[in-house]
T-cell receptor, first 114, second 115 residues
């Protein structure tokens, strides 16, 4: 039972354009969502997060949008840069003081072309 | 951000032997650490929650006698893969939280190959 889903395994965008990565979840108990970036043979690096009490969080070029009614969140990267090329994982937590326990999506490989 | 160090980064072992992987929080104390496993082109799957001073909590389907977890101090958790088999070959990653941050910080991961 995949509670967090990233239905697009890959995405290719041109440098300078917007990258939109999508994530859906099924568990209504999730109250905290995170995006991680990962390079091969390395651990994930935290990018940005959002609490379920918000619908948007912005940090520089990265913005995460949360639509609770649709159980959907997305990560926008604008402008996209070649260095953004990596695998992006969406993760969710049910909180309650145990937010380190994360449920991950399958990941989306982003390629930003120069 | 906080630093989590994992060692070794890569290990090759023979079938039947045991391998120990260390996860250290370098600049903070972590009462709870988490161990994940990633197969090629797949998601990170939570294996267990490592609790300082008490037994680990394993996710469904993870054999606790095969994947021994010890969290002896506030900065160190170890995962021992016992009697390793080729199907245990995978990428193992640990994570930890600081008390004030919601986001988990990950180690660099360990690539285990059992031959």
């Amino acid at each position: 039972d995949q509670q967090v889903k990233q239905n697009s395994p890959s995405l290719s965008v041109q440098e300078g354009r917007i990258s939109i990565l999508n994530c859906d979840y099924t568990n209504s108990m999730f109250d905290y969502f995170l995006w991680y970036k990962k390079y091969p043979a390395e651990g994930p690096t935290f990018l940005i997060s959002i609490s379920s009490i918000k619908d948007k969080n912005e940090d520089g070029r990265f913005t995460v949008f949360l639509n609770k009614s649709a159980k959907h969140l997305s990560l926008h990267i604008v402008p996209s840069q070649p260095g953004d090329s990596a695998v992006y994982f969406c993760a969710a937590s049910a909180g309650s003081g145990n937010t380190g326990k994360l449920i991950f999506g399958q990941g989306t490989t982003l390629q930003v072309k120069p | 951000g906080a630093v989590v160090s994992q060692h070794p980064s890569r290990v090759i072992c023979k079938s039947g032997t045991s391998v120990k992987i260390e996860c250290r929080s370098l600049d903070f104390q972590a009462t709870t650490m988490f161990w994940y496993r990633q197969f090629p082109k797949q998601s990170l799957m939570l294996m267990a929650t490592s609790n300082e001073g008490s037994k680990a909590t394993y996710e469904q389907g993870v054999e606790k006698d095969k994947f021994l977890i010890n969290h002896a101090s506030l900065t160190l958790s170890t995962l021992t893969v016992t009697s390793a088999h080729p199907e245990d070959s995978s990428f193992y990653i640990c994570s930890a939280n600081t008390k004030t941050a919601f986001e988990a910080f990950f180690g660099q991961g360990t690539r285990l190959t059992v031959v």
